[in-house]
């Protein structure tokens, strides 16, 4: 699944900033499934085809419904540049019954860790 | 795109849609070049400035000499408050954990420097109001000021600015009332009111656009607050300062014509109507839209006696921003969530959790309402069910 444009962005209430991606395809459970490895999902299955709310804390959060061919991305504005190179990866090398399987995650996880180390460093400065 | 028609509840942040003469006379003013009063020889069109100020002196029982315009009500109360600190420094401030960043910000920040001692009152949990007895046991011999709003921007309480006004004023303490959610909704007699000045936006339910706002002050007070802003004003201009005579004294630059228009329209408006009619309808709405949500069990509503037409509520389980995200996506039901910069209203009703607010406007429809109770109720529902299951 890739992120096609961003159609639309805005600075948010609460700190973050946000943007409206329209993505190849439609998001789907098992996607969510997948976003487990990196973070926490909030599921509410039974609004439509279902809600989903990701949050990797401190970078960003993701927000869709089940069957939607669009997302809303909140990045936490200081690490916005660093991350949203991840965030792109996180949907390009989803694969359907990944979230199961996991066929990709391992080499995500080295990413997200280097990141980590990066933000930290970052951060301490 | 929401796959329903929009219904927007989001009339406490700006009104939406305005009223058609309002856009009628955004159009007005600008085809026209600004004929405002010492600024042009030109005499054909007219002078939205004294238009608006007329036109808002008579909603809110005022002089006209009394009112002064600004950018928005934040605007109004940074020059209020800057104004009054520059004449009474190093004073002694009250306000309430009622307001706005609007209020709260500019006295905080007044206080890291040094420059006023500042005491915020709690509300009263029982009534979910500001005592004006806890005001007049806030009172020091230092205490000069109290900024306090006149209704809240999240529970929709009112506050007794009269009781408060008298029990202060005994003490010579100089009251200035944010009008933000009042003005538009409920009636403002400025002269009953007993604040000393009395802070409004334009954009809100008075119905015009962003970018105008102002005050109303006494004119026996005007002396209490320094103009803090010079320029311009079309008068006296051989004088290199500037006049000290109302409402030049606050006005400095040239005014926002087409907002001052469009503000002009927008009280005519409500005036048409009615500011009771106005209020009646929508506190019969806000009372609907109470009672709908009362029906869900995992529905918590903030404050059930609303006494202006604004609905906080919040969905056991489910986050504010993903209820706001929800409601706009799928049905087309505009919020606002979040902690509506009141973040200590917010502190003393949720834990500084936030919630969802639903705000009504002349404008909003009873079909409007009733399609977002249903929609929350869904949303409730489902989210109940999810619960369940999970």
């Known amino acids: 699944m890739r992120l096609l444009q961003s159609v639309q962005h805005k600075a948010c209430a609460d700190g973050t900033y946000m943007k409206e991606y329209t993505l190849d395809e439609p998001l789907s459970a098992d996607f969510f499934e997948y976003l487990k490895h990196f973070g926490r999902v909030e599921a509410l299955e039974a609004l439509g085809d279902g809600y989903y709310n990701f949050t990797k804390e401190g970078w960003f959060s993701i927000k869709g419904f089940a069957g939607d061919t669009s997302v809303e991305v909140r990045f936490t504005r200081d690490v916005m540049d660093m991350v949203s190179g991840f965030l792109r990866m996180l949907f390009l090398r989803y694969r359907p019954g990944s979230g199961q399987n996991g066929a990709d995650i391992a080499g995500l996880k080295e990413k997200e860790k280097a990141l980590e180390e990066q933000i930290k460093r970052m951060k301490g400065r | ?390």
């Open chain 2, 1 to 390: 795109m929401p796959e329903h028609p929009l219904i927007y509840l989001n009339n406490a942040a700006t009104t939406w849609p305005k009223p058609p003469e309002v856009t009628e006379a955004v159009q007005e003013a600008l085809s026209l070049p600004a004929f405002g009063t010492g600024r042009t020889a030109g005499t054909e069109g007219t002078d939205y400035v004294s238009l608006a100020r007329e036109k808002t002196a008579q909603l809110f029982n005022a002089e006209e000499d009394e009112i002064c315009f600004t950018h928005n009500a934040t605007d109004a109360l940074n020059l209020l408050i800057r104004g009054f600190i520059e004449k009474h420094p190093h004073c002694h401030v009250l306000t309430t954990a009622l307001d706005h960043n609007s209020v709260l910000r500019p006295l905080h920040e007044f206080a890291k420097r040094g420059d006023i001692t500042l005491s915020v009152i709690p509300i009263d949990k029982k009534t979910g109001t500001i005592s004006p007895k806890a005001a007049a046991d806030a009172v020091t011999d230092e205490t000069k000021l109290i900024v306090m709003n006149h209704a809240g921007n999240v529970t929709g309480a009112v506050q007794d600015v009269r009781e408060t006004a008298r029990l202060l004023h005994k003490e010579d303490i100089f009251l200035i009332a944010d009008g933000s959610q009042s003005a538009g909704h409920i009636r403002c007699d400025l002269k009953s009111l007993g604040a000393d000045a009395f802070v409004f936006t334009g954009h809100k339910a008075l119905f015009g656009i962003t970018g105008t706002g102002g005050f109303r002050i006494q004119e026996s007070r005007s002396e209490e607050i320094e103009p803090v802003r010079f320029g311009g004003t079309g008068t006296l201009s051989g004088n290199l300062y500037q006049p000290r005579e109302m409402p030049e004294r606050f006005e400095a630059g040239t005014q926002n014509f087409t907002g001052l228009a469009a503000l002009a329209a927008g009280i005519s408006y409500i005036e048409k109507r009615g500011i009771d009619e106005i209020h009646e309808q929508g506190m019969r709405q806000s009372a609907f839209l109470i009672s709908e949500l009362k029906e869900e069990e995992n529905i918590v509503i903030h404050n059930e006696h609303p006494k202006v037409h604004v609905i906080s509520f919040a969905i056991d389980g489910l986050c504010p921003d993903d209820i706001g995200f929800i409601l706009s996506r799928k049905y087309g039901v505009v919020t606002r969530t979040g902690l509506h910069c009141a973040p200590l209203v917010h502190e003393a009703i949720d834990g500084g959790h936030g919630s969802v607010r639903m705000s009504l406007s002349a404008l909003t429809t009873d079909e409007e309402c009733e399609a977002a109770a249903a929609a929350v109720r869904e949303v409730a529902e489902r989210a109940a069910s999810s619960v369940r299951s999970a």
